[in-house]
């Protein structure tokens, strides 16, 4: 079973910065991608952003250009760096693990509120 938890978060104003951590312990073998979710009130969850353990990442059209995923494998750790973050940019951010890229896995954090206001 794995276990992930997050860390960071929090409220930014427009153009703010803000970085997310994710951790997974427990049963890692099984995971070959990690990324990022997010859930605005009233919405679907949908992809940030996206890493395999090879390093190739994916990124939502919304967000390219402004955050950044990165993953260590040893520390079976995701990071993702927000910047020039917009208040469309609030919502709960999940961490999640996955077999692959591309895919969703079964895996997830318990969530993390990112609100971005003036």
């Known amino acids: 079973q794995v276990q992930l938890v997050e860390s960071g978060g929090g409220l930014v104003q427009p153009g703010g910065s803000l970085r997310l951590s994710c951790a997974a312990s427990a049963s890692t073998f099984s995971i070959g991608a990690m990324g990022w979710y997010r859930q605005a009130p009233g919405k679907e969850r949908e992809l940030v952003a996206g890493i395999s353990r090879g390093g190739t990442t994916n990124y939502a059209d919304s967000v390219k250009g402004r955050f950044t995923i990165s993953m260590n494998n040893a520390k079976n750790t995701v990071i993702l760096q927000m910047n020039s973050l917009k208040p469309e940019d609030t919502a709960v951010y999940y961490c999640?693990?996955?077999?692959?890229?591309?895919?969703?896995?079964?895996?997830w954090g318990q969530g993390t509120q990112v609100t971005v206001s003036s």
């Open positions: 999640n693990a996955a077999s692959s890229l591309y895919k969703r896995g079964d895996y």
